[in-house]
């Protein structure tokens, strides 16, 4: 039975972080000056112990200068990865961060769900989003056919 829930960004159960744990291409909304929203795909990784996903990008991104334009108490954005039925998506407050060792987890992290490292880029940052909401759409198999329940 497919469930639509919200969880813990800090403590997910063991299928939506197996999930964040896939490979899947994701989206970053971030709002434009005007309060657009501003969607772009990206790779992204999730830290619930540190209750952050990050997503690494040029410094000179639209979506690094939404989250600038900001200012100092972050913009609120959302990351979201969707497989077939299943959906998750984290909520945040966004802040561009240039520390080298904070960079250098953040391609870390994507180098180990992506299986490749990002190509060199002197100008990286990482957008951090501090995790206040977690939520998705999980599905499991029926038990007589192990088929998609309708």
Not at 18 to 43: I, S
Request: overall charge positive; hydrophobic content about 30%; proline content about 10%.
């Amino acid at each position: 039975m497919s469930a639509t829930y919200s969880v813990d960004p800090g403590k997910p159960d063991a299928s939506y972080l197996a999930f964040w744990r896939e490979r899947h291409l994701c989206t970053l909304t971030t709002p434009r000056p005007d309060g657009t929203p501003h969607v772009v795909p990206v790779g992204v990784t999730y830290d619930p112990g540190a209750r952050l996903a990050r997503v690494i990008t040029s410094g000179t991104s639209a979506k690094a200068a939404h989250v600038r334009a900001a200012g100092p108490d972050g913009a609120p954005v959302a990351v979201c990865q969707v497989d077939g039925r299943r959906w998750a998506t984290l909520e945040g407050r966004a802040r561009v961060r240039t520390e080298p060792d904070r960079v250098a987890e953040a391609e870390r992290r994507y180098a180990e769900r992506y299986g490749r490292e990002p190509s060199p880029n002197p100008l990286r940052v990482v957008i951090e989003i501090e995790l206040t909401r977690a939520m998705g759409r999980g599905e499991r198999r029926g038990p007589e056919t192990g088929r998609r329940p309708r």
